[in-house]
């Protein structure tokens, strides 16, 4: 059985850890809620990938990704490392990306975006696609 991990729904105030700075959430899929699909623009998959590489707010285990699993085995869960095609030592589970927009709007999203965008066509809300773009790591924190 694939389990249920984190869920919060796009730009939904972000609540995973307490004591955070206040941001929205991008990315917290699962595999039992639908999510917008689509193709990102150019460069926005480079980034994500790029930021995956160092992710902030590190985990001591990691999240697989359960499209993947669903795909391959949905009664058994076989653990095994998600990793990026474009950066493929990168094991991409246990952390998050976190980004300023221009506006001052922080974005809490898994560091497994990158795969969920690579892989399975998750498209962003477009706040957070410019914050890819043109926005700078949230400072404070790591």
Same mark, same amino acid.
């Not at 609540?15 to 941001?23: L, Q, R, T, V």
């Not at 929205?24 to 689509?38: C, E, K, N, Q």
């Not at 480079?46 to 669903?70: E, K, N, W």
């Not at 809300?125 to 790591?142: Q, S, Y």
């Given at each position: 059985?694939?389990?249920?991990?984190?869920?919060?729904?796009?730009?939904?105030?972000? +609540?995973?850890?307490?004591?955070?700075?206040?941001? !929205? *959430?991008? @990315?917290?899929?699962?595999?039992?809620?639908?999510?917008?699909? =689509?193709?990102?623009?150019?460069?926005?998959?480079?980034?994500?990938?790029?930021?995956?590489?160092?992710?902030?707010?590190?985990?001591?285990?990691?999240?697989?990704?359960?499209?993947?699993?669903?795909?391959?085995?949905?009664?058994?869960?076989?653990?095994? +490392?998600?990793?990026?095609?474009?950066?493929?030592? !990168? *094991?991409? @589970?246990?952390?998050?990306?976190?980004?300023?927009?221009?506006? =001052?709007?922080?974005?809490?999203?898994?560091?497994?975006?990158?795969?969920?965008?690579?892989?399975?066509?998750?498209?962003?809300?477009?706040?957070?696609?410019?914050?890819?773009?043109?926005?700078?790591?949230?400072?404070?924190?790591?």
């Amino acid at each position: 059985m694939i389990e249920r991990v984190t869920y919060i729904p796009d730009l939904a105030p972000y +609540d995973y850890h307490p004591g955070a700075p206040d941001a !929205v *959430a991008i @990315g917290w899929l699962d595999w039992s809620m639908p999510f917008t699909t =689509g193709a990102c623009p150019p460069g926005v998959q480079d980034r994500l990938v790029s930021l995956g590489v160092r992710p902030v707010r590190l985990m001591r285990g990691y999240h697989y990704c359960q499209f993947c699993l669903a795909a391959v085995e949905p009664q058994h869960v076989i653990r095994a +490392d998600v990793r990026l095609y474009k950066a493929p030592d !990168v *094991a991409c @589970g246990n952390g998050e990306i976190w980004l300023t927009g221009v506006d =001052g709007t922080n974005f809490a999203a898994p560091a497994l975006i990158g795969h969920y965008v690579e892989e399975h066509h998750y498209l962003p809300p477009d706040g957070f696609i410019e914050a890819v773009r043109t926005g700078v790591p949230t400072p404070g924190v790591e």
